[in-house]
């Protein structure tokens, strides 16, 4: 599903990027259709109001999709530890102390007699 999605935000997204450069600035739509046939198909206002509504649907589904993506791919349980402690935790090594025993009596040097 997840995937799915994805592939349908792709396309949007390059769709958006499309539109927005066909929207009217220094040549805009007519310029890169060949300035009447731009004017003669959607009329003269048409053509840039329908790519300015169009930028704006697109925009809309495309932040709506990463929301629903976003929420799909997160964890399925929530936690109330934080990331931080997470990484303490996955971090965490045992020592290990070696037992330390006094040397037996045998060893001892004997003491002095005066």
Do not use: C
């Amino acid at each position: 599903m997840v995937q799915f999605l994805i592939v349908i935000h792709t396309l949007v997204s390059l769709l958006l990027i499309g539109v927005i450069l066909m929207q009217s600035g220094q040549g805009g739509l007519n310029s890169m259709m060949g300035g009447s046939a731009a004017t003669s198909m959607l009329g003269s206002s048409g053509a840039n109001d329908f790519i300015t509504k169009l930028t704006t649907w697109l925009g809309i589904t495309f932040i709506g999709l990463a929301l629903v993506i976003g929420f799909l791919s997160g964890e399925p349980t929530s936690s109330t530890e934080s990331i931080l402690q997470k990484d303490a935790d996955s971090r965490e090594v045992e020592l290990v102390v070696p037992e330390y025993s006094l040397p037996s009596e045998d060893l001892l040097p004997e003491e002095a007699t005066n």
